[in-house]
């Protein structure tokens, strides 16, 4: 069917100009090594660190929630300013995914300097590790460029926090242009990984008079994660695995546990009573490909949010400072 002129320009219009300049295949030609070396790069990286997978997922969406994914929270702070990276909810991301994109970018410039950003590195490199744990495979447009600005106090109110309501993290995403569906979807990220204990102590310690934990959490559950945590205030490092059945597979065992009282996060067990979300939780329970499915939608959605290229960003030197100095 040929389309007249007008609508195919319309059409054209309709896809935002930032978005329109990424491919796939964006670096075939100036870097066509790519592929190959941040393969081997997250591949070395995750076997000998097998939570760099949940880690680099958490960064990556820290990134993106906060002004776009440009890479901005890997800068490091400076006397001049305070990073993103530096912001309270930041300071427990990832040391091994902070490292694993240092590792990237290394061989990357010894194979092709100056070409690939930081931003597209820890979306390639994200994409690549979901997939390595079980997950989904989905297309990287690449070709975005490194954000000239970090600062920690855009962060607040940016990125979902364990003490918000359902409610209140429909509007987070919601700002960001993503439906209650795709939040449910891209929070099913929490079949990897693990929590600080810190983050759910109020559920499981001293929780009412007659209750010393959550009653709606599963009460064996609740007493291990006592035993787990009973440090935590010593050692702030102490913590959980959000998905106790199958916690290094990236599979729709979370919303399985939401299910059965054996959710984590006071946010996630809240995810499966809300009205507004419930229906997401059972419909990702019971299918699995279902709940691939939207992940992969939601977070090609996500890796596009806010990006910069052209002369909006830059292809940084070292991906934790600018080029120039920024105050």
Not at 18 to 36: A, I, Q
Not at 165 to 174: G, M, Y
Not at 207 to 235: F, G, I, Q, W
Not at 290 to 304: G, R, Y
Request: overall charge positive; hydrophobic content about 35%; glycine content about 6%.
């Amino acid at each position: 069917m040929a389309f007249p002129f007008p609508l195919l320009f319309l059409l054209f219009l309709s896809i935002p100009f930032s978005e329109s300049k990424l491919s796939v295949d964006y670096y075939t030609k100036t870097c066509p090594d790519f592929n190959s070396i941040m393969r081997d790069t997250v591949t070395t990286k995750q076997i000998n660190s097998p939570t760099t997978a949940a880690g680099t997922l958490r960064l990556f969406f820290h990134d993106c929630m906060v002004d776009g994914c440009d890479a901005s929270v890997l800068i490091s702070t400076n006397s001049f300013n305070k990073a993103e990276r530096d912001a309270d909810i930041n300071l427990s991301l990832s040391g091994d995914a902070f490292d694993l994109i240092v590792r990237a970018k290394t061989a990357l410039e010894l194979s092709c300097p100056g070409i690939v950003s930081c931003a597209d590195i820890l979306a390639q490199a994200t994409r690549d590790l979901i997939t390595m744990v079980g997950g989904p495979f989905y297309k990287v447009r690449l070709g975005r460029k490194d954000g000239f600005e970090s600062k920690a106090v855009r962060v607040n109110g940016q990125v979902p926090q364990t003490n918000m309501s359902v409610n209140q993290l429909i509007k987070v995403f919601a700002a960001k242009g993503f439906s209650a569906q795709e939040m449910v979807a891209l929070t099913g990220a929490h079949t990897i990984g693990f929590s600080h204990c810190k983050e759910f102590s109020n559920r499981i310690y001293n929780y009412s008079k007659t209750s010393p934990s959550d009653p709606e959490m599963y009460p064996k559950y609740a007493e291990a994660l006592r035993k787990t945590c009973s440090n935590y205030l010593k050692d702030p490092g102490m913590s959980a695995f959000n998905d106790i059945m199958t916690p290094s597979k990236f599979d729709n065992m979370y919303y399985q546990n939401l299910q059965r009282g054996l959710g984590l996060l006071a946010t996630d067990h809240a995810l499966s009573k809300h009205p507004r979300t419930k229906p997401f939780v059972d419909l990702y329970a019971s299918n699995q490909t279902k709940f691939f499915e939207d992940f992969s939608h939601a977070v090609e959605k996500l890796s596009v949010f806010g990006i910069k290229t052209g002369r909006k960003g830059e292809v940084r030197r070292k991906c934790d400072a600018f080029n120039t100095l920024k105050a």
